[in-house]
Nanobody
Framework: QVQLVESGGGLVQAGGSLRLSCAAS????????MGWFRRTPGKEREFVAR????????YYADSVKGRFTISRDNAKNTVHLQMTSLKPEDTAVYYC????????????WGQGTQVTVSS
């Protein structure tokens, strides 16, 4: 198993930037692909970005492509989401997730961190 703890959320003005971090503990971090998701009240959880175990491949939702960057440091058991050009519609609780390589899904989730973008 792996435990995930997000940090870095907060309040920012539209056009600003934030960097979210996710610290993982437990089983070998490099055996997981990592992702970020977000949820706003009354909506389904939305995929944001994912990165493979070696950081050689990333994938983004169209809504954040070109503005957000996912990265990972396997030596430090961390994954980051650099968010730039933030918009009010990016306001959500952001969740870090881990999925066993080859499983096709994410099995482990953090508790979430709130991001609020004011207009």
């Amino acid at each position: 198993q792996v435990q995930l703890v997000e940090s870095g959320g907060g309040l920012v003005q539209a056009g600003g930037s934030l960097r979210l971090s996710c610290a993982a503990s437990g089983r070998a971090f490099s055996s997981y692909r990592m992702g970020w998701f977000r949820r706003t009240p009354g909506k389904e959880r939305e995929f944001v970005a994912r990165i493979n175990w070696s950081a050689s491949s990333t994938y983004y939702a169209d809504s954040v492509k070109g503005r957000f960057t996912i990265s990972r440091d396997n030596a430090k058991n961390t994954v980051h989401l650099q968010m730039t050009s933030l918009k009010p519609e990016d306001t959500a609780v952001y969740y870090c997730a881990a999925g066993v390589v080859g499983s096709g899904s994410f099995q482990y989730w953090g508790q979430g961190t709130q991001v609020t973008v004011s207009s």
